[in-house]
């Protein structure tokens, strides 16, 4: 079973930007697909991003295109999310999720990721 350790949260200003990490365990991280979602308190765990084995296939949500990017590193089973002109909205609990059937699609709901890291915290001041 992949394990999932997200880092780089922090307390930002508007308009600042962060990196998210993500570091997986396991030989066949490059065969999943991998994505980001976040869960502000009070509300349900949304879709922000995923990316395909290969890195070829993207989505994102409508809420962060044009400002965060995906991105995978195989090589060092490592994710990333890009995130720039931060927001106030975009405080939440950022957690990475792994789809552990072999070279899926990048889905954006959660039930179809199995594989799940603890969170870390994004906040964003006005």
């Known amino acids: 079973q992949v394990q999932l350790v997200e880092s780089g949260g922090g307390l930002v200003q508007a308009g600042d930007s962060l990196r998210l990490s993500c570091a997986a365990s396991?030989?066949?991280?490059?065969?999943?697909?991998i994505g980001w979602f976040r869960q502000a308190p009070g509300k349900e765990r949304e879709f922000v991003a995923a990316i395909s084995w290969s890195g070829g296939n993207i989505n994102y949500a409508d809420s962060v295109k044009g400002r965060f990017t995906i991105s995978r590193d195989n090589a060092k089973n490592t994710l990333y999310l890009q995130m720039n002109s931060l927001k106030p909205e975009d405080t939440a609990v950022y957690y990475c999720?792994?789809?552990?059937?072999?070279?899926?699609?990048?889905?954006?709901?959660?039930?179809?990721?199995?594989?799940w890291g603890q969170g870390t915290q994004v906040t964003v001041s006005s």
């Open positions: 396991g030989r066949t991280f490059s065969r999943y697909v």
């Open positions: 999720a792994a789809d552990t059937k072999w070279f899926a699609v990048p889905h954006t709901r959660p039930g179809e990721y199995d594989a």
